[in-house]
């Protein structure tokens, strides 16, 4: 998915996304919430919607999960980051 197109929203302090995962983790499987308070580092949270492919630990693999999911981010990185968008973004690199 191109940077522009990723949807980012601004919500309001009684907005909990962990709620949306609790009632529909098959919508909404994956969050990745800041625990930290006060800070400039406790400001985002992810919560990922809408899985198309998902890398999972499955017995028999030969694969670690960390070598999978190498090769999924080799696959579709982008070449020439730094874009004002994705500076813009809270989350990105490494």
């Known amino acids: 998915m191109p940077l522009h197109t990723i949807p980012l929203s601004q919500l309001g302090k009684g907005f909990d996304p962990l709620r949306l995962h609790e009632l529909n983790a098959r919508r909404y499987p994956y969050l990745l ?5 006060g ?3 406790s400001r985002y949270d992810i919560l990922f919607a809408f899985p198309g492919q998902q890398i999972r630990w499955q017995p028999g693999l030969t694969d670690s999960f960390l070598a999978q999911l ?10 020439g980051q ?9 989350f990105r690199g490494g």
């Open 33 to 37: 919430q800041s625990v930290l308070h």
């Open 82 to 90: 730094g874009s004002t968008v994705e500076a813009a973004l809270p």
């Open 39 to 41: 800070t400039a580092q």
């Open 70 to 79: 190498d090769r999924q981010w080799q696959r579709h990185k982008r070449v």
